[in-house]
Structures are given as C-alpha cells and as structure tokens.
T-cell receptor, first 111, second 112 residues
Framework: NAGVTQTPKFQVLKTGQSMTLQCAQD?????MYWYRQDPGMGLRLIYY???????DKGEVPNGYNVSRLNKREFSLRLESAAPSQTSVYFC??????????FGPGTRLTVL | KQEVTQIPAALSVPEGENLVLNCSFT??????LQWFRQDPGKGLTSLLL?????REQTSGRLNASLDKSSGRSTLYIAASQPGDSATYLC???????????FGQGTELSVKP
C-alpha cells in the first residue's frame, strides 16, 4: 500500500518555465489537497479537491492551477515559475475519518 | 480568522523525560484537531486526531488532549527517546472540508 505518492522529488526551474507536480493516492479517498511549506510561514493550502471533478482555491492559489484527473490523481501546475514559488510542495488526501495523509514532498527551486 | 500557535518553537530535553507540547487556536468552533510529526526532509505523518466531541486520544507513549473552550491542545510524550526527535505540528480544519490551518511547529530534540 503506497499511500500518497508525489513526483518528482526534486526539481530546479528557471524563471518563466512551466512544470506539473504529480500526486496520486491509492486509498480511495475523495478529498485531496496541495500545500506549500516555507520557512517562517509554515504549511499553507494552495488548492484542494473535495471530490473527482471539483477543485477550489485555498489560501495561496495565485500562480498555480490544478487538475483532478480522476479519483486517484491530483496535479499542480506552475505555468510561469517565479522565484517566490521556491518551496516544498506536499500533496495530501483525506479519508472518512478526517485524518490527512501526506506524500513525501517535492522540493522545487526556481532560479 | 482562525490562527494556530505553537509554543515553544524549539525544545531540547534529555532522554527519558516526560514532556508536553502546546497548541492554541483562536476560534473554538473546530471540528477536530490533528497532531503530525515531520522528520527533516520528509513529509508529515499523522500521530493523533481528536474529534471536537472528544477530550483526549492516546497512541502508545503519546496522549493528546483537547480543551475547546480555552482553545488549547497538548501533546504529551512519555519517556522520551532520541527517535522522538522531529518537528511536531498541530492543525485544525477551516471547515468540514478538511482544509487545514497549521501551527508553525515545535522542533523537539531528545538528547541521549
């Protein structure tokens, strides 16, 4: 049972480049989330998806887009990366008991 | 707006000591409160979740309590071990949708 998986683990981009962070869960959870973690700012919600086919903005959505491809997969896209998007990105899913399960993270550096 | 605070930001204790980590929140209308552990360079691992109707939850050497009226939760770790060294975060949901608001975390170091 893999839980929540994220790819890639590390990525370096130049300003203006685009990329997609992938997330998948095998726990049959309806809700999925994208957070970013920054020193001094803690973890903040970027986007979430309550169920397949629905997405909504979190606290810091600017500069990002998401796609809930199916029940398992929830991707986060940076269309034109900026240095302010240098961060560690975590995907999470939530089951019926409200517990959230986190992936291992993607460490992104934008130069 | 809900705010979650964890004090202290860092804590160092000798092995074997019992310790308490604190979490406070400004809006007492919460659905639940969750405690996580994060090892350096890793993701978050859920330790305990307390529903709003509960006063405490226990898992092994960990005990989490919740006092909604005072806006506080504590995580008690008994007989601490070097392997307990990590950052501990508490979080409460915005609403029933599960969007979490996190505290800044307490970095715990247990010295052998």
């Amino acid at each position: 049972n893999a839980g929540v998986t994220q790819t890639p683990k590390f990525q370096v981009l130049k300003t203006g480049q685009s990329m997609t962070l992938q997330c998948a869960q095998d726990m049959n959870h309806n809700s999925m989330y994208w957070y970013r973690q920054d020193p001094g700012m803690g973890l903040r919600l970027i986007y979430y998806s309550a169920s397949e086919g629905t997405t909504d903005k979190g606290e810091v959505p600017n500069g990002y887009n998401v796609s809930r491809l199916n029940k398992r997969e929830f991707s986060l896209r940076l269309e034109s990366a900026a240095p302010s998007q240098t961060s560690v990105y975590f995907c999470a899913s939530r089951g019926g008991g409200d517990t959230q399960y986190f992936g291992p993270g993607t460490r992104l550096t934008v130069l | 707006k809900q705010e979650v605070t964890q004090i202290p930001a860092a804590l160092s204790v000798p092995e074997g000591e019992n310790l308490v980590l604190n979490c406070s929140f400004t809006d007492s209308a919460i659905y639940n409160l969750q405690w996580f552990r994060q090892d350096p360079g890793k993701g978050l691992t859920s330790l305990l979740l307390i529903q709003s109707s509960q006063r405490e939850q226990t898992s092994g050497r960990l005990n989490a309590s919740l006092d909604k009226s005072s806006g506080r939760s504590t995580l008690y770790i008994a007989a601490s071990q070097p392997g307990d060294s990590a950052t501990y975060l508490c979080a409460v949901p915005y609403n029933q949708g599960g969007k979490l608001i996190f505290g800044q975390g307490t970095e715990l170091s247990v010295k052998p």
